[in-house]
């Protein structure tokens, strides 16, 4: 791994999928939720601020889904293309590292 930190934009983030897969994998079942925060320019492009909106509805016991609406084509072509990578990724951790994801552990004294 490069020591060098790499970095992508928020709407990169957005475009290429990875924020829907964050949230619907891993935050919508927890009743979280992450969302770039903006505006609508005149053509009904968003336009992000820069700056991101963590939601909480931890409490209700179902969490938090996507509409229906939302479910495109557009959509499940992020979702796939993640899903690809995702794959790919995880059998190259496993062999590297032996894990994919990272063991947490503790050493007792």
């Known amino acids: 791994m ?10 990169e983030f957005r ?3 990875y924020l829907q ?5 891993f935050l919508h079942p927890l ?5 770039l925060m903006g505006d ?3 053509d009904g492009n968003f336009e992000p601020s820069g700056e991101i909106q ?3 509805y931890r409490d209700d016991p179902e969490g938090m889904r996507f509409s229906e609406e939302e479910m495109d084509l557009e959509f499940y072509i992020k979702s796939e293309r993640i ?4 794959q790919e ?3 190259q951790r496993l062999e590297e590292l032996g894990y994919v994801i990272q063991p947490v552990e503790v050493e007792n004294e």
């Open 40 to 42: 609508f320019d005149e």
């Open 31 to 35: 009743g979280l939720a992450i969302g």
């Open 54 to 56: 963590i939601q909480d």
């Open 2 to 11: 490069s020591d060098e930190i790499q970095t992508m934009t928020l709407e």
């Open 83 to 86: 899903k690809f990578e995702r």
């Open 89 to 91: 990724k995880f059998e």
């Open 15 to 17: 475009d290429l999928g």
């Open 21 to 25: 897969e964050l949230n619907r994998r």
